[in-house]
């Protein structure tokens, strides 16, 4: 029996452990392409698809786990009812840019502009990687506060944009890679298959 185990096995146990290993790798390094992509827009196409924009400057933070909570001063309402000047509002995000995070965070009395969604006084303002939220330029600030004083139906229904979860529009998406991940277990079943078939070739050779 030992013996039939190894005219079967021997073969092509090395092959077998090196093409597992080498599919798991590909799939394992491939994946961080995939964890954050945003649709390519324009700063106006932004403010159209936020609930509020606001010139803040972040006064501290608090994290836990993967959740950053920015504590921010309203500096100035660009768009909607995020709060009055000089309240304290919170800014929700995550921790880090793989999970469409704000990357680098807002550092304490540096202004930013926040492009946020959702509303304060509920569960707090979301933000994301793809919103646009970035420290304040001032071209940026003038197109932004002329963008917001138009009429908020002038955005097309196909126009992409962020959305609150910092997952890309699918049309027009230019952050994404060009191929997509083979599922893990569609990988492996096909390196088997291949790994057996040529186990039955060494078998035959050794007869």
Request: aromatic letters at 4%.
């Amino acid at each position: 029996m030992r013996r039939v185990f190894r005219l079967l096995f021997a073969p092509v146990a090395g092959p077998l452990l090196g093409l597992i290993l080498g599919g798991a790798s590909l799939v394992v390094l491939s994946a961080p392409a995939h964890a954050c992509s945003c649709a390519s827009v324009d700063t106006a196409e932004q403010v159209e698809g936020a609930d509020q924009v606001l010139l803040g400057t972040a006064d501290a933070r608090a994290e836990a786990g993967n959740r950053v909570e920015l504590v921010v001063t309203v500096d100035e309402v660009l768009k909607g009812d995020p709060g009055d000047v000089g309240d304290k509002v919170s800014v929700i995000t995550h921790r880090d840019s793989a999970s469409c995070g704000l990357e680098p965070l807002p550092e304490p009395g540096v202004p930013w502009v926040f492009f946020a969604y959702g509303e304060e006084s509920v569960k707090g303002l979301a933000t994301n990687l793809c919103s646009g939220s970035a420290p304040a330029d001032e071209a940026d600030l003038e197109l932004i506060r002329s963008t917001a004083g138009s009429p908020a139906d002038t955005q097309s229904d196909d126009s992409p944009k962020a959305s609150p979860n910092g997952e890309a529009a699918e049309e027009g998406d230019t952050g994404s890679a060009d191929g997509e991940i083979v599922p893990l277990w569609l990988l492996l079943t096909g390196l088997l298959v291949v790994a057996a078939a040529a186990g039955a070739v060494a078998v035959r050779r050794t007869r």
